[in-house]
């Protein structure tokens, strides 16, 4: 039988809606659990490119723009 005469089938029969909610309770309880994985490395991906400020307010102003490179202290000033 095709799927559409099954879903028909289903529809008509008693309690659907107790099956349907059951049904999207058995799939969000196994894709909650990917959303931890999946957050951290997106925001592992996105921190890079956010600006200074909102680095700041994403994690309650612990980090500090480097001190090193192009964001440390110029070299000439130093010596004077």
Not at 2 to 23: F, G
Not at 27 to 43: C, E, T
Not at 56 to 70: D, M, S, V, Y
């Amino acid at each position: 039988m095709s799927r559409a005469v099954y879903a028909k089938l289903w529809a008509s029969t008693a309690q659907y809606t107790q099956r349907r909610h059951y049904a999207w309770y058995q799939i969000w309880s196994r894709v909650i659990p990917w959303s931890v994985p999946w957050g951290i490395f997106a925001m592992w991906m996105v921190f890079p490119a956010m600006p200074v400020e909102y680095r700041q307010a994403l994690t309650f102003g612990i980090w500090q723009k480097p001190n090193i490179g192009t964001h440390g202290p110029d070299p000439a000033d130093a010596k004077k």
